[in-house]
C-alpha cells in the first residue's frame, strides 16, 4: 500500500499508514513527509482527486495523539493489503475482537 499508493479509501489508507509508522517508531514530521510523497503515488478512481495535505495532516495528526494497536486489517478497505500468516495480524486481530483497541478513524468519529 505504501509502494503502490491506493485507488480508494484514500483516508482510511492513510490514517492506517500513520499508525504503522506510529508504531515503528517513526517521528511525527518524517511520517508526515512520507505521507505527502505515498499521496502522489495515489490513483483514485471515478474522478476523484488525491488526498490533501491538509486532510493528511489531519490524519496523521489524529492517528499520532490516540492509542491506536491496530492496522486496520479487520477494516474492509485494508484487507486487501493485509496476509494472514503476517505476526502483527493475529495480534492486532484479536486485540481488535477483544475490545481493547480504539481503531477508528477521524472520520468514521465526526
Same mark, same amino acid.
Given at each position: 500500500?505504501?509502494?503502490?499508493?491506493?485507488?480508494?479509501?484514500?483516508?482510511? =489508507?492513510?490514517?492506517? &499508514?500513520?499508525?504503522? &509508522?506510529?508504531?515503528?517508531?517513526?517521528? #511525527?514530521?518524517?511520517? &508526515?513527509?512520507?505521507?505527502?510523497?505515498?499521496?502522489?503515488?495515489?490513483?483514485?478512481?471515478?474522478?476523484?482527486?488525491?488526498?490533501?495535505?491538509?486532510?493528511?495532516?489531519?490524519?496523521?495528526? #489524529?492517528?499520532?495523539?490516540?492509542? #491506536?494497536?491496530?492496522?486496520?486489517?479487520?477494516?474492509?478497505?485494508?484487507?486487501?493489503?493485509?496476509? =494472514?500468516?503476517?505476526?502483527? #495480524? =493475529?495480534?492486532?486481530?484479536?486485540?481488535?475482537?477483544?475490545?481493547?483497541?480504539?481503531?477508528?478513524?477521524?472520520?468514521?468519529?465526526?
Amino acid at each position: 500500500m505504501l509502494d503502490e499508493g491506493v485507488s480508494s479509501n484514500q483516508r482510511v =489508507s492513510c490514517f492506517r &499508514l500513520a499508525v504503522h &509508522l506510529k508504531r515503528t517508531g517513526i517521528p #511525527y514530521g518524517l511520517a &508526515l513527509v512520507t505521507l505527502k510523497a505515498w499521496a502522489l503515488k495515489n490513483h483514485p478512481t471515478n474522478g476523484k482527486r488525491i488526498i490533501t495535505e491538509s486532510e493528511i495532516e489531519a490524519q496523521t495528526k #489524529y492517528a499520532y495523539t490516540r492509542s #491506536y494497536c491496530g492496522f486496520g486489517c479487520e477494516d474492509p478497505a485494508i484487507a486487501a493489503y493485509c496476509d =494472514s500468516n503476517c505476526p502483527v #495480524y =493475529s495480534h492486532t486481530k484479536s486485540a481488535f475482537s477483544s475490545g481493547a483497541c480504539n481503531n477508528r478513524t477521524e472520520d468514521e468519529t465526526s
